[in-house]
Structures are given as structure tokens and as C-alpha cells.
């Protein structure tokens, strides 16, 4: 995916006159320690979870425990955002992504998941992969990817949101 068909801004929102950039967009997303999944539980209720995640080939990797209520989540509706950013209001960038969650089986995409992963945070986050899954036993995990469908970048310094939109 070469990123977005559609960047623009909202005036609505802001006052600063130039959309945020893909590229520096791109690199929010890569360069991020920490992601918030929001996902939709099957009574209705959000379910909202800080995890560690991997931004690469223009989607967003993340792994979850079979057991984890994420997981039971996305089973019966993939639809997710995914957020990160800085935690103050007039300082930073904050990114949205909204997309849809899809399970990676292929042996060739969990391992290059788990090497981005342990390219990004060092040894406390070395998967292996098996089979379908990373880890084993107990410590099993689904490994999923989120296409985006539209990402939002909110500058805070000036004031700004820029929607970038997929095909």
C-alpha cells in the first residue's frame, strides 16, 4: 500500500493552514513505543488496551494472548482504532488509525512480525513462532494487522487535524 489516496486538512480544527505530512505521519506510527487498541466487546461496550505494536508494509502488527478479551473482540467484529501519541495538550502529535483487524497465519508473516518486534524493544519482546501462533502453551498469541481505512494525525502545536484516507 503506497499510503494514503487522500490527505487533508480540517479547518474546523485547527489553526495551523498546512495538512500534516504522510510521511511524517508514517513515521509517528513507526516510531511509537506504545499503541491504545480500542476494540468493541459483544455486548456493545468498548474495550480499550495499551499494547506494544510493530508499524510496517503500511500496517499496523500487534499480537494478543488467545484467551484475552481482544481476542474474543475482534473474533466478532474486527473493526478497531488504534491510537498513540503524547499525553499533553499543546505539545506533540497525536495519531488515530481506524481499520480492520485481520489474523495473520502465514509462518512468513508472524516471523517477520516477531523480528520487527524484537527490532523495535530488545529482548523483553522475542516471539518465536509455531505454527499459527507466536509463543506456545500458556503463552500463545494471535498476531494481527490493521489495514488502515482512514488515520487522523492531530498537531497540537499549532492546532490541527489532517485525515489521511485509503482506498
Do not use: C
Not at 6 to 33: I, K, M, V
Not at 142 to 165: E, S, Y
Request: no cysteine; glycine share 8%.
Amino acid at each position: 500500500m503506497p499510503g494514503p489516496h487522500l490527505s487533508r486538512l480540517d479547518p474546523r480544527y485547527g489553526d495551523d493552514p498546512t495538512p500534516a505530512s504522510w510521511a511524517r505521519t508514517d513515521q509517528l506510527l513507526a516510531d511509537a513505543e506504545l499503541y491504545w487498541l480500542s476494540t468493541v466487546r459483544a455486548d456493545g461496550r468498548p474495550h480499550v488496551t495499551p499494547l506494544i505494536g510493530a508499524w510496517f508494509d503500511d500496517r499496523f502488527h500487534f499480537a494478543s494472548g488467545v484467551r484475552e478479551q481482544k481476542v474474543h473482540n475482534l473474533v466478532a467484529n474486527p473493526h478497531v482504532a488504534v491510537t498513540t501519541g503524547t499525553n499533553t495538550w499543546a505539545a506533540g502529535t497525536d495519531v488515530v488509525l481506524e481499520g480492520a483487524a485481520q489474523r495473520l497465519t502465514e509462518p512468513a508473516q508472524l516471523q517477520a512480525f516477531a523480528d520487527a518486534t524484537f527490532a523495535k524493544y530488545g529482548e523483553a519482546w522475542r516471539f518465536t513462532v509455531h505454527g499459527d501462533v507466536v509463543g506456545d502453551g500458556d503463552h500463545a498469541a494471535w498476531v494481527f494487522a490493521v489495514a488502515p481505512t482512514k488515520v487522523l494525525t492531530f498537531g497540537k502545536d499549532p492546532h490541527a487535524q489532517t485525515a489521511h484516507l485509503f482506498g
